[in-house]
């Protein structure tokens, strides 16, 4: 008798044991909230992020503030929107953030209840059924607006929902107006009216006019290259537009690409007319492939590169390359057309970048072998060897004509600073010329030091970001008696090149930083001609000749009254999540 129960129990601890085993492994961790109603979810268990585990929840519809809810059968107003959708991720965050959850016959529980009627029952999502879209409409109107501000810790400033300058902090949080703090102070934009907010009328906000101004044309052609100039003395704020040259160029490749289009792209934002532009090419039958940028926190910068990811499936990042080498970025900005034409430069596919908010250039080149060579590298990215995992190629030079050669060189394999930039300036006779983004690399402080010592004329532009960055090399290089201004317009300094003796000029993706040259991936064309170096000498004086000579000395901060209209652009332009009047830089004139 004794020997049957010890055999009944052995049977039921090991059937126990069983069903803990079974019961386990359905139970997986949430990797990714992508958004409410798709979720990356480690479905084998491995403790590894997989942009092929996603769980989407296909019977599920909410709200985001571009949604057409007409669609559904009802009309919501933005703020609405914009209020509906804050609480509808907030509620999936706190429901699945760093949980487990188990998969049963493709529904998704969590805490043993079934995740999809808990945002049915919350009335803050709705499915096809009517009932659930009336529930969802009464619960709407039940909230109104009003009650509710937008506040940004940082700052401590309280906004309405409708306030631009609000929506556009990453560190906003919303609240009810009942439960706001003394310490918050109210936005100037929706709250009050301010005196200076039509400041341009006033004769006290006009800025000295130059010495000296160069007329230049936004754009050169060469054979079978254009070079765009992106000028930043156009245009007061970004917008979504596409009336430059440089934009209506790239939106014309994309209109005209018959069988492929490859890119490689840092991201985008606020481009509707490009991006638009891409999925109507995928819509006419065009093969699409393109790779991009995800940050320390598994996301692309910009909000639009995620959007675009829905649509053009056929994406690569360097997510899982992230997870282990978090400070390199996917910086390239270039297109390939039909395996025939090449697009790229400085300016990023976004309002400050292809609006001319930023001074940028862009180049596009008709060749079949540079094609070819820019194709290698984007397979290296696409196949997800990125960074210090890529490999040099051999052919890096092409010859439109006798008097025009390029040659094209990639980070961070060419090692484009010691190998190219640092001899070009060695070797350089008359004189370097370079308008550029971030300049930190202090591998570059003794050759231009001995280029100066030579009697060749250097000067640069430095952006004002950079000039308030501890690691900038511009003010060693002002006290070695070379010329650095630091630009005043509210735009960056963001062309990122190299122009010498009239023969020779830079131009690409890359800042003179290390970890340019060293981890990141960025593209950089050197063109050996004289009339197009002639033509980006005169756009650098242009911009050296709209700048006061007291910038030579001193350095404005890149949000404050001494960078022309910076105050009231509607932009973060020191990166501090602070905008305009919110800035400190902004507080007095």
Avoid at 264 to 269: F, K, R, T
Avoid at 306 to 317: E, Y
Avoid at 451 to 462: H, L, P
Wanted: hydrophobic share 35%.
């Amino acid at each position: 008798m004794k020997k049957l129960f010890s055999v009944v129990l052995i049977i039921i601890i090991l059937s126990v044991f069983i069903y803990i085993l079974n019961e386990t492994k359905n139970v997986h961790k949430v990797f990714k909230i992508k958004s409410p109603i798709e979720i990356f979810i480690d479905t084998n268990n491995n403790l590894i992020f997989d942009e092929k585990e996603p769980f989407v929840l296909v019977n599920v519809h909410y709200i985001e503030p571009d949604t057409n809810t007409s669609d559904f059968g009802f009309n919501l107003t933005s703020e609405q929107k914009f209020l509906i959708s804050y609480l509808e991720k907030q509620l999936s965050y706190n429901l699945l953030k760093e949980k487990f959850v188990t998969i049963k016959d493709n529904h998704l529980y969590v805490e043993n209840e079934s995740y999809e009627n808990k945002l049915l029952n919350s009335n803050l999502f709705f499915n096809d059924t009517p009932e659930s879209k009336n529930k969802f409409i009464n619960y709407v109107k039940s909230i109104n607006p009003d009650d509710y501000l937008i506040i940004n810790p940082r700052s401590k400033k309280y906004h309405k929902l409708s306030c631009e300058t609000g929506k556009q902090s990453k560190s906003m949080l919303i609240i009810k107006k009942d439960k706001l703090i003394d310490n918050f102070t109210p936005c100037r934009y929706c709250h009050i009216k301010p005196s200076y907010y039509l400041f341009e009328n006033k004769s006290k906000f006009k800025n000295k006019k130059p010495d000296k101004i160069y007329s230049v044309k936004n754009s050169y052609i060469k054979n079978k290259i254009k070079i765009y100039f992106l000028n930043p003395y156009l245009i007061k704020k970004p917008y979504d537009k596409c009336n430059t040259e440089a934009c209506l160029a790239l939106k014309h490749e994309i209109d005209n690409a018959k069988n492929s289009i490859d890119f490689a792209l840092y991201g985008m934002e606020k481009q509707s007319a490009i991006f638009n532009a891409l999925k109507n090419a995928k819509n006419r039958g065009v093969k699409i492939r393109w790779v991009t940028d995800y940050d320390k926190k598994n996301i692309n910068y910009y909000e639009d590169s995620i959007k675009l990811q829905k649509i053009l499936t056929d994406c690569m990042t360097d997510e899982i390359y992230e997870k282990t080498y978090k400070q390199s970025i996917m910086h390239n900005k270039f297109f390939i057309f039909d395996k025939q034409k090449v697009y790229t430069g400085s300016t990023n596919i976004t309002s400050t970048g292809l609006t001319g908010f930023n001074a940028n250039y862009s180049v596009l080149i008709d060749s079949e072998e540079l094609a070819q060579i820019y194709t290698q590298e984007f397979n290296q990215m696409y196949q997800g060897k990125f960074h210090t995992l890529k490999t040099k190629f051999n052919k890096n030079k092409i010859k439109l004509d006798d008097n025009l050669i390029i040659e094209s060189y990639f980070s961070p394999q060419d090692k484009i600073i010691t190998n190219k930039v640092i001899p070009l300036i060695l070797n350089a006779k008359k004189y370097i010329y370079i308008p550029i983004f971030y300049i930190t690399n202090y591998d570059l402080i003794e050759p231009l030091k001995i280029a100066k010592s030579k009697g060749v004329e250097i000067k640069i532009i430095n952006d004002a970001t950079n000039a308030h960055n501890k690691y900038s090399i511009h003010k060693i290089l002002r006290k070695e008696g070379i010329e650095v201004k630091t630009e005043n317009y509210a735009g960056k300094m963001h062309m990122k090149s190299i122009i010498i003796d009239d023969k020779i000029s830079l131009i690409g993706s890359m800042n003179l930083t290390k970890s340019a040259q060293n981890i990141n991936d960025e593209n950089v064309l050197i063109i050996y001609n004289k009339e197009i170096a002639q033509y980006l000498k005169q756009t650098f004086l242009y911009m050296w000749n709209n700048i006061p000579s007291k910038y030579l000395y001193i350095d404005p901060r890149a949000e404050s009254f001494e960078s022309i209209g910076s105050c009231f652009d509607g932009i973060d332009n020191d990166f501090d999540e602070k905008i305009d009047k919110e800035d400190e830089g902004c507080f007095t004139k």
